[in-house]
């Protein structure tokens, strides 16, 4: 007989019972997977990525199956902070939930004032600052790839925000050296990182010889990008192994979720397998706990980066 496994984990000073969230945007703020379970089975929800003010988002088409996955480009559409603040986070506490606020901005400003709306906001978790986001102060230079402006914003935030809520930065894998930007937001203020956002990709439709999206460019996530993502938690786990990570990317069994943790992964996001699934969250989950239990590990914890130990 196998006993149970422990499946909490921390980030930072944050304590979750269940290792599996979702990811970002791909459950807006519960509502939809509400229907299918209780939100507080899970580790938290990670909201959408919220931004100052209400947007539209971009044109239609926004998304596009491709092999193994789905590029979307849905442009950050969402209701603004302070309606947000006022439906969505009350609604989400009492499922008694937990909830990783996610944001989003154009310019370090304005990640500093979303910052400054949640300050007063009790019953969050975590704030994921999503700097996988156009700087339109940089000539549209996404701020995870640009080493300066992405330790700016943290900084930023960490300053107004002050040093009891946990910050995760959620990183761009389109970039040369993730370790160098990983360590650049570490030194900034975050205490985890949120490995990966989506991979930038592109389809032709071939009967109109024109871009599908009406964006031109999209993220690609689902099955196809989970060996990047490996790739990059394993590398950022490598260089600074005492900083908690949220992996994500093409997670759709528990196996995926183990390889993920394995690598250095703290916790699991779960997103595209979810349109298929709605329930896919709670089966991985479950999943994972047998295989832990079925490789010895009385905790989750002991797993994370098990894959870096030396050979006996």
Not at 168 to 183: C, G, M, N, Q, Y
Not at 246 to 265: F, T
């Amino acid at each position: 007989m196998t006993l149970p496994v422990d499946m909490s984990t921390t980030l930072g000073n944050a304590w979750f019972p269940a290792p599996l969230f979702t990811a970002s945007g791909c459950a807006s703020s519960g509502k939809e997977l509400a229907q299918f379970f209780p939100l507080n089975q899970i580790g938290a929800v990670v909201t959408k990525s919220v931004m100052s003010k209400p947007r539209h988002g971009r044109p239609t088409p926004r998304m596009a199956e491709t092999p193994s996955g789905m590029l979307n480009s849905i442009g950050l559409q969402g209701p603004g902070i302070d309606s947000f603040l006022a439906n969505d986070v009350p609604w989400l506490l009492e499922q008694k939930a937990r909830v990783i606020v996610s944001i989003a901005g154009e310019t370090v400003e304005e990640y500093s004032t979303l910052a400054r709306k949640l300050r007063s906001v009790s019953g969050i978790s975590a704030v994921e600052v999503n700097i996988s986001c156009p700087n339109v102060e940089n000539r549209g230079l996404v701020f995870a790839c640009d080493p300066d402006a992405s330790r700016r914003v943290i900084d930023g935030v960490r300053k107004t925000i002050g040093g009891d809520l946990p910050i995760i930065a959620k990183l761009s894998p389109d970039v040369t050296d993730l370790p160098s930007i990983a360590r650049g937001v570490v030194d900034a203020g975050a205490d985890g990182l949120a490995l990966i956002n989506t991979v930038l990709g592109m389809v032709i439709n071939i009967d109109s010889m024109r871009p599908h999206l009406g964006g031109k460019t999209g993220g690609l996530s689902g099955p196809a990008i989970k060996p990047v993502a490996v790739r990059a938690i394993y590398q950022v786990h490598a260089a600074l192994p005492k900083v908690p990570i949220l992996g994500m990317g093409g997670v759709a069994s528990g196996r995926d979720a183990l390889e993920l943790i394995l690598a250095g992964a703290s916790g699991v996001s779960i997103g595209t397998a979810s349109f298929g699934n709605p329930s896919a969250i709670i089966e991985i989950q479950n999943e994972l706990r047998d295989l832990l239990a079925a490789r010895g590990f009385a905790t989750m914890q002991q797993a994370i980066g098990y894959a870096h130990r030396e050979e006996a």
